[in-house]
């Protein structure tokens, strides 16, 4: 077990001594070295680190200096590196200033080692009143509380407090985050707790005294403020694939385990299943984890094979399952059982959709009675419109502009390349958002879900967030000269 202490240095030579004579011995049980990092500073803290260094032998002590300030998130991303780069177990992070109590650095450090998370949050606001006893400003107090209940509200975490200092991690999860990514600013702090958040980390919060004392501070306080709430609603935004950030969208691979079921609203999946009737056999292209496929089979008594780019794992439930290149496979299947195709949000994924459709049309001509359900994202939508307005064309990990689509279409170059392709559209509906994968199926999300319903009877081509055909193929030329044959 070896564990860092890094000690953050800027401006803080009338203080930096005291500090480190303030770490306890005990923290020799956990093999510490102390890594000071200087922050560019102006006054004379680079000699001072020198001096504590040559004369304070009780631990083992590596100093480093920046060549540039690389402010408070800079700092800490140079010394996590360094724990990665050494192997260390665990770090903990002190202010140079001393404004967090090093006499707590055990209780930090031990819920690590104890592997009762992977990292532990030092809070001043577990009991508010003792902030207020620890002069604590009046103006960050309040702002504490208020912007805590927001970030809590929009992040999923129930902390005490985000904007703590006091830190301690577990290197393991250190190397899951893309902390290098993330602010070189004070709001590094609350990047890296979404960041934990993303891959599923336990943070764990223990009391810790207030301490504001004659150190001053660089934080402004406005500014801060403005720059949390932004951090934070980017990161809620990733839920509704409308705004991505790789710091906050780094977890999740490529694949059908990337697709929700949407079987419980008003959705594609919702829709292509009301329309399919019972006992019918199916062939589904794109079935990824096969969640509506398998409803199709357990209450309709559907037949259903499956086919993705994906080998997946889990629908020995599926008649068949093959994996197929969309792009390069024609695939050879006997279409004359099948009385439905599914295609559902497969065909913005092709990067040759017109060979493909008309591939699919040639197969579907033989049996003119066949149906294909379609489906697309509708990249016109009105958020698409309004972050175009703003100069944001941003791909994510799902949504409209999910990262893997190649293809982008309206409702008008959606019909196009299914006409085109000899298919005879029979209806087209205009499906809302997926409110209830972002906002869970509440009352807000059933509101939403029926606001953007009646926006869409209003506008499909500017509210409908995908659309779903139900299509037919007219018979091809293979077909009708047999017909005339006989």
Not at 34 to 57: G, R
Not at 200 to 226: A, C, V, W
Not at 364 to 369: A, D, I, V
């Amino acid at each position: 077990m070896k564990t860092l202490v890094l000690i953050t240095a800027f401006n803080v030579e009338k203080f930096l001594e005291n500090v480190v004579m303030r770490i306890p011995k005990e923290i020799k049980s956990y093999n510490p070295e102390i890594l000071i990092i200087n922050d560019f500073s102006s006054d004379n803290t680079l000699q001072k680190m020198t001096e504590i260094k040559n004369n304070f032998k009780e631990f083992k002590i590596t100093c480093l200096t920046n060549k540039t300030n690389l402010g408070y998130g800079g700092n800490q991303k140079v010394g996590y590196h360094y724990a990665i780069k050494n192997n260390f177990d665990y770090v903990v992070m002190l202010h140079g200033d001393g404004q967090y109590a090093p006499e707590n650095i055990i209780d930090m450090i031990k819920p690590l080692a104890e592997n009762k998370c992977s990292a532990v949050q030092g809070s001043r606001m577990i009991k508010k009143m003792n902030a207020l006893k620890g002069r604590m400003p009046y103006y960050k107090f309040f702002g504490n509380i208020f912007l805590t209940y927001v970030q809590n509200l929009l992040s999923g975490l129930k902390m005490s407090e985000y904007h703590s200092g006091y830190r301690a991690y577990s290197v393991k999860a250190l190397k899951k985050i893309p902390f290098n990514l993330n602010s070189n600013y004070f709001h590094f702090d609350t990047q890296i707790l979404l960041q934990l958040k993303v891959v599923n980390e336990k943070i764990l919060e223990i009391p810790i005294p207030t301490f504001y004392g004659e150190q001053i501070s660089s934080l402004k306080s406005i500014q801060y403020g403005f720059a949390i709430l932004k951090t934070t609603i980017i990161f809620y935004l990733q839920k509704f694939g409308i705004f991505h950030d790789i710091k906050f969208s780094f977890s999740s691979e490529d694949g059908p385990s990337n697709y929700l079921p949407k079987l419980n609203f008003l959705s594609t999946h919702s829709i292509a299943f009301k329309k399919i009737k019972e006992n019918s056999k199916i062939l589904s292209i794109g079935c990824g984890n096969a969640d509506l496929e398998k409803e199709l089979i357990e209450k309709k008594n559907c037949i259903v094979d499956g086919l993705d780019s994906f080998d997946v794992k889990g629908v020995n439930f599926l008649n068949s399952f093959k994996v197929i290149n969309y792009d390069r496979e024609i695939f050879e299947l006997d279409f004359k059982k099948y009385d439905y195709i599914l295609f559902l949000d497969v065909i913005e994924h092709l990067k040759k959709p017109e060979e493909f459709m008309n591939s699919l049309s040639n197969k579907m001509g033989f049996f003119p009675n066949q149906k294909l359900i379609i489906s697309t994202p509708n990249i016109a939508n009105i958020f698409i419109r309004l972050s175009l307005l703003i100069g944001n064309f941003n791909y994510g990990k799902r949504g409209i502009l999910d990262k893997t689509h190649t293809r982008l279409f309206t409702l008008s170059s959606f019909k196009k390349i299914i006409l085109e392709n000899n298919f005879l559209i029979k209806e087209t509906i205009a499906i809302p958002p997926p409110f209830p994968l972002a906002i869970k199926n509440n009352l807000i999300s059933k509101f939403l879900l029926n606001f953007f319903k009646y926006l869409n009877f209003i506008s499909k081509t500017v509210f409908a967030f995908q659309f779903l055909s139900v299509v037919k193929s007219k018979p091809n030329l293979d077909y009708l000269l047999d017909q005339a044959k006989k």
